[in-house]
């Protein structure tokens, strides 16, 4: 069993950073594959980026790419996600998931556990 616990959203302006944090229970951190998605009101729940055991690979959606970055530290059974160039569309809960196996994806189907979510909320 693996729980999650993220932290570190907030409010924003457009244009600023914010950096999340998905703390994880459990003995085989390291060779869980990680990844964030977000919800918006009334949307579905949509992939956000993801990070391979190891960090051999990551993957990101193609309304990230360049903005976000996806990082872990094992040592920390911790995974990240610095958002830079944040816009208004980020608006969003924020979820931390887990997978039993190493491979990076972008379903929701693929991960077995999830964090309770963290709001983050950009200001025009």
């Known amino acids: 069993q693996v729980q999650l616990v993220e932290s570190g959203g907030g409010l924003v302006q457009a244009g600023g950073s914010l950096r999340l944090s998905c703390a994880a229970s459990?003995?085989?951190?390291?060779?869980?594959?990680m990844g964030w998605f977000r919800q918006a009101p009334g949307k579905e729940r949509q992939f956000v980026a993801s990070?391979?055991?190891?960090?051999?690979?990551?993957d990101y959606a193609d309304s990230v790419k360049g903005r976000f970055t996806i990082s872990r530290d094992d040592a920390k059974n911790t995974v990240y996600v610095q958002l830079n160039s944040l816009k208004p569309e980020d608006t969003a809960v924020y979820y931390c998931?887990?997978?039993?196996?190493?491979?990076?994806?972008?379903?929701?189907?693929?991960?077995?556990?999830w964090g309770q979510g963290t709001q983050v909320t950009v200001s025009s």
């Open positions: 990070i391979s055991s190891r960090a051999a690979y990551r």
């Open positions: 998931a887990a997978r039993r196996t190493g491979a990076i994806n972008n379903s929701p189907l693929g991960y077995d556990y």
């Open positions: 459990g003995r085989t951190f390291s060779s869980n594959a």
